[in-house]
C-alpha cells in the first residue's frame, strides 16, 4: 500500500511538472519576438520603414518590432553607451566608419546567409557595385546590408551663376583650381564678413571630402603597412597649403565657423551657392522648398589639375547591423527583417533618394528617371570607400585639427602636418 501511495505521488508530481512545462512552452509561443532597431532620425525614410514593419508583422505575427529614432548627432554616442553596457539593440546603423569598431570587436554578427537567403557571402556581394560592402568586410564576412551607399557631387544654385554672367551647364568647376576662381565670383562681402559663400566645403566630415582630395594628389592617411601616419607627405602639405589660401587668412572664401553649406542650401536665401551633398538632399529640397527645384543642379566632384588619381568624394554609408549578443532566434528574425527593407531599393531611391547600388536597381526605370542619380553613380565607380579604421573617428579629430590650424590660426602646412603626423603616430601606438 505505502508503495502505491509513493508510486502516486510521484506520477502526480511529474503531471504537474509536465503541465507546468507545457504552460510555459504555450505562454512563449503566445509571447511575440521582439526586435529592437536603433537609428537615426530622418523623416524621408521613417515613414518607409514604418510601413514595412507594419507588413512584416502582419506576415510573421510572431514579431514585434520596436523601432527608436535618435538625432543624426546623438546616436553614436546612444549606442556606444549601450553596447559599453551590454544592453545595445538588436538592429542598428551608423556611418560605416563608426560601425567599424564594432565588427573588428565582434560586437556585431556576421550576415545570416540563409536568413538573407544567399549561397555565400561571394554571391551576396555579386549583386552589388564592388565598393558596396567595403565599409562591412572583414576577413571574409560581410557584417552588415547597406541601408545606403552614398558619395557627394557639388549642388548649384543656377539662379547665382546667372546673376554673375556664368552659365551653370558650362562654367561649373571641373578643377580645385577653377573652384576657387568660380567660387570668388559668387561670393558677396561686406568688407571682410561673408554674406553669401559661392561654395564651402563640409567641416568636420574630413574623411568623406577631405581625404579624398588628397588622395587625388597621391596622398594616404597612413603607410601601406598601416603602421604609422603618412599626412606629412608633398601631397598632404600642398592640400593644407590650398586650404590655407582659401580661409579667413587667404581668399576668404569661407570657414569652419560657418553654419554648414548643405543646411543653408536648400532654403535658396541667398546665403551659399555651391555645396557638397548626396543624392538625397534632392529629396530634401524637394519636401522642403519644391519652388526651388528647377533652378538645382549636380556635377561631379571636382580633380586637382595636376591629380595622379581620378577619384571623387569619398564613398560611405550605413549598414544595417545585428548585435552578436542578441540570442540565436532574435538575429535570425532580425536580418530577415533587413532583408525585407533592403529588398525595396527602388522605393528607397525614388522616395528618400537613397541608393542601394545593387545589379538590379541600375537597369530600373527608377534610377533611370531619378535626376542626377546617373552623376552620382558614374563618380561613385571612380572613388574610394571612406576610410574604416578602429582608431579611424580620433584619426579624422587630428585632421580637423590639421585643417583648422592652417585656416584659423595661421599654423603653417608644413607645421600643421608634421603635427598631425605625431598624433597619429601616438593614436597608433607608434
Known amino acids: 500500500m505505502r508503495l502505491l501511495k509513493v508510486s502516486t505521488i510521484c506520477w502526480l508530481m511529474l503531471a504537474c511538472t509536465l503541465f507546468v512545462f507545457a504552460a510555459g512552452e504555450q505562454e512563449k509561443a503566445a509571447k511575440p519576438l521582439q526586435i529592437v532597431q536603433w537609428t537615426h532620425e ?8 514604418e510601413k514595412w514593419i507594419a507588413e512584416f508583422q502582419s506576415e510573421y505575427p510572431n514579431v514585434r518590432v520596436v523601432r527608436e529614432t535618435s538625432p543624426s548627432g546623438k546616436i553614436k554616442e546612444k549606442v556606444l553607451t549601450a553596447f559599453a553596457a551590454m544592453k545595445g539593440p538588436d538592429i542598428f546603423n551608423l556611418e560605416a566608419e563608426d560601425e567599424w569598431q564594432y565588427i573588428v570587436s565582434e560586437r556585431v554578427a556576421p550576415v545570416d546567409l540563409e536568413a538573407v537567403e544567399y549561397s555565400s557571402y561571394e554571391a551576396l556581394r555579386n ?67 561673408i554674406k553669401r559663400r ?24 597612413l603607410t601601406p603597412d598601416g603602421k604609422s601616419a603618412a599626412v606629412d607627405s608633398p601631397a598632404w602639405i600642398k592640400l593644407l597649403r590650398y586650404m590655407a589660401d ?47 527645384l528647377p533652378e538645382v543642379s549636380v556635377v561631379p ?24 549578443s542578441s540570442s540565436p532566434e532574435v538575429q535570425e528574425w532580425a536580418w530577415k527583417l533587413i532583408k525585407y527593407f533592403t529588398s525595396h531599393e527602388e522605393e528607397f ?7 542601394i547600388p545593387s545589379k538590379k536597381l541600375l537597369q530600373t526605370d527608377v534610377y533611370r528617371n531619378k535626376k542626377f542619380a546617373d ?21 579624422q579629430d587630428v585632421i580637423k585639427e590639421m585643417v583648422e590650424g592652417v585656416m584659423l590660426s595661421n599654423i603653417p602646412p608644413a607645421e600643421a602636418a608634421r603635427r598631425g603626423k605625431q598624433k597619429i603616430d601616438d593614436i597608433l601606438g607608434m
Open 42 to 49: 530622418d523623416p524621408n525614410r521613417t515613414p518607409l520603414e
Open 127 to 193: 549583386e552589388y557595385l564592388p565598393v558596396t560592402f567595403n565599409g562591412a568586410l572583414y576577413e571574409g564576412k560581410v557584417y552588415g546590408m547597406p541601408m545606403e551607399i552614398t558619395n557627394w557631387c557639388i549642388y548649384i544654385n543656377n539662379k547665382y551663376y546667372r546673376e554673375v554672367g556664368l552659365d551653370p551647364a558650362k562654367d561649373y568647376p571641373k578643377t580645385w583650381e577653377q573652384m576657387v576662381t568660380v567660387a570668388e565670383k559668387l561670393t558677396i562681402r561686406e568688407g571682410e564678413v
Open 198 to 221: 559661392g561654395f564651402d566645403f563640409r567641416y568636420p566630415y574630413y574623411l568623406a571630402f577631405f581625404v579624398p582630395m588628397a588622395n587625388q594628389l597621391g596622398g594616404t592617411v
Open 246 to 292: 582659401w580661409g579667413p587668412n587667404g581668399h576668404n572664401l569661407g570657414s569652419p565657423t560657418y553654419t554648414n553649406a548643405r543646411k543653408t542650401f536648400n532654403r535658396d536665401d541667398n546665403s551659399i551657392a555651391m555645396c557638397i551633398s548626396g543624392l538625397y538632399q534632392y529629396d530634401r529640397i524637394k519636401a522642403e522648398n519644391e519652388a526651388f
Open 301 to 324: 566632384y571636382p580633380r586637382f589639375e595636376d591629380a595622379v588619381n581620378d577619384n571623387g568624394a569619398a564613398v560611405y554609408g550605413h549598414y544595417y547591423m545585428v548585435n552578436s
Open 349 to 355: 531611391l525614388d522616395q528618400v533618394g537613397l541608393i
Open 375 to 395: 552623376v552620382f553613380i558614374e563618380d561613385m565607380r571612380k572613388s574610394n570607400f571612406i576610410m574604416t579604421h578602429e582608431s579611424g573617428p580620433k584619426i
